[in-house]
């Protein structure tokens, strides 16, 4: 798994309430990245993180923020759902090499349905 | 948006044909990537091509790059059953940040 886990895997929420994904990385990398997937349109950047509390924007971040007070975890969080959010939610890591062959290690997703 | 397209957005081909996908993507870049993902799980990094180069084989696979055209192919050779997938490119603006911005896919099947 690339040393990189999402929790939960599987979620199923109503609208309205919040909800917050968990991405654990055991390789302390300084990149971090969220992404949803939906049918036809990829994947699309949510927010990365560059680093402990540095963060910035994706493609479509509204309805979401970030937190990441530790190296090793970056949290998504919903603050109120709705059912567009319903989506796949992959969690990615970014090995940075000095020969510039930087690569991104996915995490295994997380389901997310709201109702 | 800045996402780019790929195409076909689909693709079924015999085992043992070769496979063609295509990238176009919207600003300039440092490298760009392919990646793969099968149903159900992450994505894994296949290979990746910088800016100054135009050409880069990888066992089975082979990536060109157009920078002019702002454009990618990905190959695949003498395909697989288990090449089924769907296949991503991914490019690292030149902005100076790691913003990846991924393609809409194409998905491969490859029967047997």
């Known amino acids: 798994d690339a040393g990189i886990t999402q929790s939960p895997r599987h979620k199923v929420t109503e609208t309205g309430t919040p909800v917050t994904l968990r991405c654990h990385q055991t390789?302390?990398?300084?990149?971090m990245y969220w992404y949803r997937q939906d049918p036809g349109h990829g994947l699309r950047l949510i927010h990365y993180?560059?680093?402990?509390?540095?963060?910035d924007k994706g493609e479509v971040s509204d309805g979401y923020s970030v937190s990441r007070s530790k190296t090793e975890d970056f949290l998504l969080t919903l603050e109120s759902a709705t059912s567009s959010q319903t989506s796949v939610y992959f969690c990615?890591?970014?090995?940075?090499?000095?020969?510039?062959?930087?690569?991104?290690?996915f995490g295994p997703g997380t389901r997310l349905t709201v109702l | 948006s800045q996402q780019g397209e790929e195409d076909p957005q689909a693709l079924s081909i015999q085992e043992g044909e070769n496979a063609t996908m295509n990238c176009s993507y919207k600003t300039s870049i440092n490298n760009l990537q392919w990646y793969r993902q099968n149903s159900g799980r992450g994505l894994v990094h296949l290979i990746l091509?910088?800016?100054?180069?135009r050409e880069k084989h990888s066992g089975r696979l082979r990536v060109t790059l157009d920078t002019s055209k702002k454009s990618s192919s990905l190959l695949i050779t003498a395909s697989r059953a288990a090449d089924t997938a769907s296949y991503f490119c991914a490019t690292v603006p030149t902005s100076g940040t790691y913003k990846y911005i991924f393609g809409t896919g194409t998905r491969l099947k490859v029967l047997a």
């Open positions: 390789e302390n990398h300084r990149y």
């Open positions: 990615a890591h970014l090995a940075v090499t000095f020969s510039s062959t930087d690569t991104q290690y």
């Open positions: 091509i910088r800016s100054n180069e």
């Open positions: 993180s560059y680093g402990v509390k540095d963060t």
